[in-house]
């Protein structure tokens, strides 16, 4: 997983490439605006970490031109204008994310991976959980090479929550994911749907733990111990 | 003195046209009866005239004269050669030897004097007018005042008096218009000023003044809010490099204490920041926050982190939207403030509850932990107060920034008991 890490800063760009390297990523580190430019133009990266003020110019401007130029790599904005409104600004220019400093090398690795597992991202095919491996292309969950017989919405169900596994999918966004099989779809059927998913992963002892968070929605997580 | 314009500009108007009165009374007066007064030959030869009218003889062939007792003047009736025929109680004094006809002034008293050919042969007639008189005076006085003075004088009055009233009243409106506005003058509202426009000239320069010195207010306290939010700013990145290299560390205890360390200093930058944006917060009218999407977002954005440190929350009633005028960014804050307390306070596998009330609106974040003692109620919303000093989370700055939040909404914060044990603290809107 190679990724671009655009920082000026140079000791809080040494450690964070030391913390992304740990992680498992390939870290390429470039300092201004215009190297990162010629880093894109030379190399495919799977995503970006871009601190938004740079010394040669803003960041948030440089990713709005190469949104415009038709670049989908997913970005990551770091910064130390934290404020909520700067928030908004820096998702508007097409940051995919954003994360104020000073920040956990954990929760970076976390949210890059969360931008990693979307449709189309570089850990989008198959995205794993514990012990479960789920290939998005076939629609196949299996632990340990055994297949899991799911149905369609327990699939459906199963990848939206490995998506954003370790955050909260709300309920909104999982009753939409199944309202294609309406049929299926009840007042309580999404508990319903969880219920059996969980008994299937349990009983495959997949290492998948889905909470429930009364009001809100599900998150699936590792199973401790 | 606290008296009103209207009150003041009437009472002096009434002064003056007093005054006036008084003054122009006096003139005409002086006029008349003053010492180069005219002789009141009129009423002098009016006098004569009815004298000469009511003398007659009688049948005993003595001379008769025919006057009111009280004939409102002195007279005298005299024989050709002085021998006196009538009298009143004060007469006039004799015509001076060779005056067939004419006036004189002797003192208060001014002398009408005529030869006449009566019924009663011929006789010497003089009639007094005494002045001066105390009586005199005093009637002509009034009867000057009510006859010609009072009908102009009086509604003249009175018209000044209400047109001077319904000027000042009207000229006065622009102030309450300033009054309101200034009223909306807040920190958060700095940059607002008095209307200067339609106002009269009077005001303008006062209005421009006031709007000057807030020019001069507001730039300092712009500086000190950016000073603010430059500081804080300026250290969050020695923060993160700080932070980052202590990831490098990895679990060693040493590492673990200044991890702590360095995510309150981490926490205390970011209420600092919190604070500057607070003192910026402006409410557009057309906002408008919906609290169950709220409390939705502040619990996803949270529950990681409460599921990782084994805790729960959940979210009551937020099942429809429930729609306050509000700044959603600010609400946020302020919500995720509660929460965090709230899971700092809770026990271990205790869940925090935000319960979304929609009549009339609310936010209630409750947990399950000690309470809050209730000596330490009023302190709390403290700015860097902390009911215990040992626990190193939070800088004390969150419940205070919560409040300024809700007062920015006219909404208010309060705590009690939760049912069942635990704190319950409400933001409480007004419909």
Redesign the interface.
Known sequence: MRLLLVED?D??AQ??V??LS?AGFTVDWVGRLEEAGAAVATATFDAIVLDLGMPDGDGGEWLKHRRASGDKVPVLVLT??????DKVKGLNSGADDYL???????ELVARLKALLRRPGGALGLTLELGKLSFDSVHREASVAGRSLALSRSELTLLELLLRRA???V?RRLLEEGLYGFDDEVGPNSLEAHVSRLRKKLDAADAGIQI?T?????Y?A?ERAG | MNQSLQFRLAWRLALVFSAVILATSFAVLLHRHGGNAEIPRDELSEALDRMAGGLSLGTDGKPRLDLPADPGFEYAVETPSGAPLFASAHPPVSAPAGWHEGFLRQGDRTVGFREVDSAAGKVELSAGIDVHGQDGWLSVLGSEFDEELLPVLLPTLLAALVIGALTLQDGLKPLLQIARAAAGITPAASERRLPSSDLPRELTALVAAINAALDRLDEGFRAQRDFTADAA??L??P???????L??LGNRAEAAALRDD?ARM?RLV?QL?QVA?LEALTLKPEETTDLSAL??EV???L??LA?ARRR???????EAPVLVHGNH??L??ALRNLVENALNHTVEGT?VD?VVQARPPALSVRDRGPGVAAVDRDKLFQRFWRADRSNGRGAGLGLAIVQRIAAAHGAQVTLDDAAGGGARFTIAFRE
């Open positions: 800063n000791r809080l450690f964070v030391k913390g740990d130390a204008r934290a404020g909520t409104s104020a400093k000073p920040f956990e090398m954990a370790g955050r909260v709300a909470h968070l009364r009001g809100i929605g998150l997580g | 700013h300026q969050r990145t923060l993160a490099i700080l932070t980052a290299h990831d490098t360095v981490s970011e920041l944006e409390a939705v619990a996803e954005a529950a990681p599921l729960d929350i959940a979210v009551v009633g937020a960014d600010s946020h804050q869940t935000i």
